[in-house]
């Protein structure tokens, strides 16, 4: 059974510039979960996918945006880059959107913006 | 507003003690917890849960106790050892909600 999977693990931006980071769900999970986490921060929640479509979204701007395709895998864009969205980007995957589900994490992008 | 409180930065205990991690919480609609452990350059690995329904919940060396009343949980790592060592996240949610809410973490450091 494959977990999850983040790609890339690293990323150095400028401010301004879009970002698109990649995650590949656990077999099995139709959810995404994104988490933002800052340093010496626990993650914050950005949204979440279940089955292509947008099911409840963190107090972030609308310039993080994402998709979740077919094979549930996910994408989070970041546009305008700002120096505070650097930080670490997790994504999750559950085998439902029900809250009691358990969350599966990858491990994480890190990106920092200059 | 910090939902979800970890208020020790960090925790250092003796190999074979007990290590006992702490979290408080704010929302009384928050009714599924769980813990998270997290090492270096690796994503958060989902330790054990509990419902609200219950006040204890066992796996192994790891029991998680829920104080309702004081809005209060707790994880008991016995006997402790060298590789808990890492940053533990308590994280909660509320029924029919989608996000997780994490804690700020708590760095377990097991000595030898």
């Known amino acids: 059974e494959t977990g999850v999977t983040q790609s890339p693990t690293h990323l150095i931006k400028t401010r301004g510039q879009q970002v698109t980071l990649r995650c590949s769900s656990q077999?099995?999970?139709?959810?995404v979960s994104w988490y933002q986490q800052a340093l010496g921060q626990g993650p914050q929640f950005i949204f979440q996918y279940y089955r292509e479509e947008e099911n409840g979204r963190g107090n972030f701007p609308p310039r993080f945006s994402g998709l979740q395709f077919p094979n549930y895998s996910s994408e989070l864009n970041v546009n305008a880059l700002e120096l505070d969205d650097s930080a670490l980007y997790l994504c999750?995957?559950?085998?439902?959107?029900?809250?009691?589900?358990?969350?599966?994490f990858g491990a994480g992008t890190r990106l920092s913006v200059l | 507003d910090q939902q979800v409180k970890q208020n020790s930065p960090s925790l250092s205990v003796q190999e074979g003690r007990i290590s006992i991690l702490n979290c408080d919480y704010t929302?009384?609609?928050?009714?599924?917890f769980l813990w998270y452990k997290k090492y270096p350059a690796e994503g958060p690995t989902f330790l054990i849960s509990i419902s609200s329904i219950k006040d204890k919940n066992e796996d192994g060396r790891f029991t998680v106790f829920l104080n309702k009343s004081a809005k209060h949980l707790s994880l008991h790592i016995v006997p402790s050892q060298p590789g808990d060592s890492a940053v533990y996240f308590c994280?909660?949610?509320?029924?029919?909600?989608?996000?997780?809410?994490f804690g700020q973490g708590t760095r377990l450091t097991i000595n030898p």
């Open positions: 077999s099995g999970h139709n959810t």
């Open positions: 999750a995957s559950s085998q439902d959107r029900a809250s009691k589900n358990i969350q599966y």
């Open positions: 994280a909660a949610s509320v029924q029919g909600a989608q996000k997780l809410v």
């Open positions: 929302n009384s609609m928050f009714d599924y």
